[in-house]
T-cell receptor, first 111, second 112 residues
Framework: SQQGEEDPQALSIQEGENATMNCSYK?????LQWYRQNSGRGLVHLIL?????REKHSGRLRVTLDTSKKSSSLLITASRAADTASYFC???????????FGKGTRLSVIA | EADIYQTPRYLVIGTGKKITLECSQT?????MYWYQQDPGMELHLIHY???????EKGDLSSESTVSRIRTEHFPLTLESARPSHTSQYLC???????????FGSGTQLSVL
């Protein structure tokens, strides 16, 4: 069964607004990663947060991790139309196990 | 853009045909993966490999096979395609000890 579950499944916002996506998982993890997928393309790595970290920033991205609740959130600030894509969380249980992906959140940013 | 390539980009075939989806990477990565992505977006691990002559089954492997004869090449074969195989197939790789995955652009397969 899949490890991660994203919430919401779909999100539609106006350009300039912030977008928040959540991810829950079931087992202990080594790290949690967020990926982006444009329609019909492969996934692109955005940001990684380790199990001993609580928050991480990269440009307009902010990721939080709460291991006690087994959840993470991805915040995209000041969204742009070009941010329109699907966003996935992926968890790694140990260094030698494949990443397990959630079901993704479809983000639409309206200009 | 990552140096990982999948061919063909699109494929339409009839039921019962044998097909091979190609995946190659030029980054020297030891670890390679095949994921199947359904229309609802969920990714399912089909097969993976941690190096030459090493292959492992994922959650959804029963109707396909893989081989890893060279580090850079990880083809996926469907012996007898069925309409239920219609999906997007994504190949990915990462280096030994690496954490993030690099994905190819995918093969969109339609089985009629």
């Amino acid at each position: 069964s899949q490890q991660g579950e994203e919430d919401p499944q779909a999100l539609s916002i106006q350009e300039g607004e912030n977008a928040t996506m959540n991810c829950s998982y079931k087992t202990s993890i080594n790290n949690l990663q967020w990926y982006r997928q444009n329609s019909g393309r492969g996934l692109v790595h955005l940001i990684l947060i380790r199990s001993n970290e609580r928050e991480k920033h990269s440009g307009r991205l902010r990721v939080t991790l709460d291991t006690s609740k087994k959840s993470s959130s991805l915040l995209i600030t000041a969204s742009r139309a070009a941010d329109t894509a699907s966003y996935f969380c992926a968890t790694e249980a140990t260094g030698n196990t494949p990443l397990v992906f959630g079901k993704g959140t479809r983000l639409s940013v309206i200009a | 853009e990552a140096d990982i390539y999948q061919t063909p980009r699109y494929l339409v075939i009839g039921t019962g045909k044998k097909i091979t989806l190609e995946c190659s990477q030029t980054m020297g990565h030891d670890k390679m993966y095949w994921y199947q992505q359904d229309p609802g977006m969920e990714l399912h691990l089909i097969h993976y490999s941690y190096g030459v002559n090493s292959t492992e089954k994922g959650d959804l492997s029963s109707e396909s096979t893989v081989s890893r004869i060279r580090t850079e090449h990880f083809p996926l074969t469907l012996e007898s395609a069925r309409p239920s195989h219609t999906s997007q197939y994504l190949c990915a790789s990462r280096r030994q000890g690496g954490e993030k995955l690099f994905f190819g652009s995918g093969t969109q397969l339609s089985v009629l």
